[in-house]
């Protein structure tokens, strides 16, 4: 069973809300929740609860990036023994490409260059997995999925680079 965190909440007429944690060391911290958004994260003296050692105040946008770090990530121990390196692109199929009216099986875009074609978005519609005889319009925008190289290269066989 995990430990549990024993924590306060206390509310501020006219100012917001006071949140304290005990942690296991035997610290006292609190975040005051000001009604204007605003954060104060303030660490108390151990013999003096009333005593603030120190506070740092934090706008909106800054307890929001610690709240992110804080979270523990719970699939953090995967990315440690793999390296993963993709990205996605949207290329766009126009006039000048050499595959405008043909078949997606007719790049051999997967052979040729290890990124994946995975959707095709047409005005309104997504084709999500199109198969090898999906046909391409003028106007069709591939969503490619790879290595940064991998999608590049595709970029260039499509636009006709």
């Known amino acids: 069973m995990e430990p549990t965190a024993h924590t306060r909440k206390t509310i501020l007429p006219g100012v917001g809300t006071r949140y304290d944690l005990e942690t ?22 151990p013999e003096d609860d009333d005593n603030c050692r120190e506070s740092a105040a934090l ?10 770090l804080l979270i523990p990530d719970p699939v953090a121990h995967l990315h440690q023994h793999m390296e993963i390196d993709l990205v996605t692109e949207n290329i766009e199929v126009t006039k000048r490409s050499p595959y405008a009216g043909r ?12 990124a994946s074609i995975v959707a095709v978005l047409r005005r309104t519609a997504a084709v999500p997995s199109p198969a090898p005889d999906f046909r391409f319009a003028i106007g069709d925008t591939l969503v490619v999925v790879g290595t940064r190289e991998g999608v590049d290269a595709v970029a260039e066989l499509i636009t006709g680079g």
């Not at 706008?59 to 992110?68: I, N, R, Y």
């Open 24 to 45: 296991e060391a035997g610290r006292h911290l609190s975040v005051v929740v000001h009604q204007d958004g605003r954060r104060i994260l303030a660490f108390h003296d």
């Open 59 to 68: 706008e909106p946008h800054e307890s929001t990036a610690l709240g992110k």
């Open 103 to 114: 078949t997606l099986g007719s790049t051999r875009a997967r052979s040729r260059t290890g």
